[in-house]
């Protein structure tokens, strides 16, 4: 019989033993001393790959000694009862850093590579006052010891126990009870959310097939009589939460080097309601009608089925008065976390926050976790999300990117989940995105959004789709306004939409909904030779029935000489210009909203004429409905347009009908995906590719910048 045949039966043979001596009336089983005697061979424990334990570990004398520290690597057992009480005896010596883990179990490729993880008992040369969450007995990085602690100095013996019952945990140190916890609530959750396990799902919490491990982390150590006590699991008792939650969870806006703005909003539930009631069906002539009036609880109330509220509709998402915290950090320096202040939620913006962060590292990815409480201060839900910041200009930097627009729920393609481009881009783990408006759609059904209650609405309902969500709270974003999210099609200011002013719907979205600056147009830096502008089309505009001529604008004079002055500086080797609406086109001939059509052609010769002016400037476009990438034939200016956000969302323009102007065209949702690539010689010459992409993320075209003569 081989060598691990035989260690795999002394394994199983512990195991059987463990199962028949649970009595007959489901009582915890009854370990014998033989059994605990397990624990000090070498059979009983397996390394985190499932082979045999190397010589690194020495069992003899009824003790385990780790005698190669980092040669022996940490070790563990077969699946044990997760309920137990466990009580051992360790030595170590000077510098030690060891400890047992418990409730160990994987937790998936994103967090330390799908490795074996759980609670610790922290065992480590350290002083026998410190409280610090990585000293002896501390619930691991996550809950520190009491002061009043007895530990004796390396060579000399101490005495441990764990006690873990159901969400009830207790370290003891020389018979005192330094650290416990409890592992279910929003208090417990914000505690690992802010340690090193975060993004973790019930991390410490009992699960059948659950582990024990002996941690190689460096110095010598040794462990003897170990006495383990299977417990019965508890009847689980876990109070409902009751908010406010985070069921939007955060979105960011305007990063550069040093600084970003992040959004978020307390919510009623935790989740957005899927079964609700379906609003009232309005036709597309009834809905014009009723924009026309200005009677908002009217129109609000003849979407709604009879005797029922907003909040009872499918996909509400209603807010909650809370407050909100956030904290940040680096991602490779937890230590280094830096808090806000709390915010105070409130019906008046419905319930959103944001904080405006400075003084950040550039190039640096950063973990956030905010925290939500009632009003009386009650520790309540929490999330965690993540941003980029751009890399110093002088940096020679590879970089993905992506970019979208023109998507609303009643168009999702996901169902319940939302639209496939976001867990298509998420492979592509894009440093930013940039949305190009159009993000949703006040005037479609389902409801008309003729108030700001019902824009609110569909805020809440498009942000708590989990896909769109869950990337948006990860990923650095810059966000553009555009008609159909101001107020409705081809909108300018001094117009109305029901009940609601162009100027409120601006508000809505400048300064509430999405993260707020006072001008909303930027450009930034994204390393040696990446630049993109992220351009404003409505806030500035003029009528789109204005006379064409050297007064009508869609940008205003502000932002259209900014745009050229911050162009003629920038050395960057491509300049990537970020508009809500065509600049080359072509449009439809009925359009009169964008610098593709006539209504707004001074303007659109101008642009066309400077940006084509300008070495490395291409246009990158929302608001179409259909992919394309043209070339003026005037300028020789590119434009990339990315097409919907779902199939069901194409329309606009027949396939097929290829222009002059058109080096690609194709009639179908998707996004657009960037990659800026460093050769790595001594030039460090760099490439833009732009591709064209399906909903999952197909390629369908590619174009590569410098274009070869």
């Given amino acids: 019989m081989t060598v691990f045949r035989i260690l795999f039966c002394l394994v199983a043979a512990f195991t059987v033993d463990l199962q028949q001596s649970h009595a007959q009336d489901g009582t915890s ?29 020495q069992f003899q004398n009824g003790e385990i000694t780790l005698a190669k520290p980092r040669q022996g690597g940490s070790i563990v057992t077969q699946p044990m009862p997760p309920n137990f009480e466990l009580s051992w005896q360790w030595r170590i010596e000077a510098g030690v850093n060891s400890g047992i883990k418990y409730r160990v179990r994987k937790f998936g490729k994103e967090l330390f590579n799908n490795s074996m993880l759980g609670i610790e008992y922290q065992i480590i040369d350290s002083e026998p006052h410190s409280t610090s969450k990585g000293s002896t007995a501390s619930i691991y990085d996550l809950v520190e010891p009491q002061r009043q602690k007895t530990l004796h100095p390396p060579g000399q013996w101490n005495s441990s126990k764990i006690i873990a019952l159901g969400d009830q945990i207790e370290h003891y140190l020389n018979g005192e009870r330094v650290a416990s916890a409890t592992t279910v609530g929003p208090e417990w959750d914000t505690i690992v959310a802010l340690s090193k396990f975060g993004g973790s799902v019930d991390f410490g919490r009992p699960q059948v097939g659950d582990r024990f491990m002996l941690t190689d982390h460096g110095g010598k150590v040794t462990y003897k009589d170990f006495q383990f006590i299977p417990l019965d699991a508890p009847p689980t008792d876990t109070p409902p939460r009751t908010g406010p939650f985070l069921a939007n969870a955060t979105r960011n806006g305007w990063a550069d080097q040093h600084s970003i703005v992040i959004w978020t909003r307390t919510t009623r539930n935790s989740e957005m309601l899927t079964e609700g009631k379906q609003f009232v069906d309005i036709d597309q002539k009834l809905a014009g009608q009723l924009a026309k009036q200005t009677d908002a609880d009217k129109l609000l109330s003849v979407q709604l089925p009879e005797g029922t509220t907003l909040d009872e509709m499918f996909g509400a998402c209603p807010g909650a008065a809370g407050r909100a915290r956030l904290t940040y950090f680096p991602i490779k320096q937890r230590h280094a976390a830096k808090q806000t202040r709390w915010i105070t939620t409130s019906a008046e913006s419905d319930f959103t926050a944001q904080w405006k962060i400075e003084g950040l590292k550039p190039n640096t990815e950063y973990g956030t976790v905010v925290e939500a409480q009632t009003l009386e201060g009650q520790a ?17 930097q590879n970089l993905q990117f992506c970019i979208t627009t023109c998507h609303d729920f009643i168009r999702r393609d996901d169902g319940l989940q939302g639209h496939q481009i976001y867990p298509a881009m998420n492979k592509f783990k894009p440093d930013f995105i940039v949305h190009e408006g159009d993000i949703e759609y006040y005037d479609k059904p389902a409801p008309w959004a003729l108030t700001k209650s019902l824009m609110r609405f569909k805020w809440g309902r498009i942000f708590s789709l989990p896909s769109n969500r869950d990337f948006y709270n990860r990923t650095t974003s810059y966000f553009i306004k555009d008609d159909h999210d101001t107020l409705a099609n081809d909108s300018w ?33 994204w390393g040696r030779d990446l630049q993109i502008w992220i351009l404003e089309g409505r806030d500035y505009r003029s009528r789109n029935d204005m006379p064409d001529g050297p007064e009508k604008s869609i940008l205003g004079k502000k932002q259209k000489a900014w745009l050229f002055k911050t162009l003629e500086e920038s050395d960057a080797k491509f300049k990537l210009i970020c508009s809500p609406t065509p600049i080359v086109g072509p449009d439809r001939a009925n359009k009169k909203d964008n610098h593709a059509n006539d209504i707004f052609a001074y303007e659109g010769d101008q642009l066309r004429t400077k940006l084509s002016a300008t070495p490395g400037a291409i246009v990158f476009c929302g608001d179409r409905h259909w992919q394309y990438a043209s070339v003026d034939e005037q300028t020789n200016l590119w434009e990339f347009g990315c097409g919907p956000g779902s199939d069901k969302h194409q329309f606009g323009w027949k396939p097929g009908d290829e222009r002059p102007v058109h080096r690609f065209l194709r009639v179908d949702g998707g996004f657009l995906s960037g990659e800026l690539k460093y050769s790595g010689d001594k030039d460090e010459t760099s490439t833009l590719t732009i591709c064209h992409r399906s909903v999952t993320g197909q390629k369908v075209s590619e174009f590569q910048f410098p274009i070869e003569p």
């Fill in 380 to 396: 309540s839900a929490v999330v965690r999300g993540a941003f980029r910041t751009a890399p110093p200009e002088e940096n020679p």
């Fill in 493 to 525: 200011p001094g117009q109305s939409y029901g009940a609601v002013t162009f100027e409120e719907g601006v508000k809505l979205f400048n300064e509430e909904q999405f993260p707020t600056k006072n001008e909303r147009y930027k450009t930034i830096r």
């Fill in 29 to 57: 089983p009854q370990i014998t001393p033989e059994q605990n005697a397990n624990w000090a061979r070498r059979g009983f424990w397996q390394t985190t790959r499932g082979t045999p334990v190397s010589d690194g570990w």
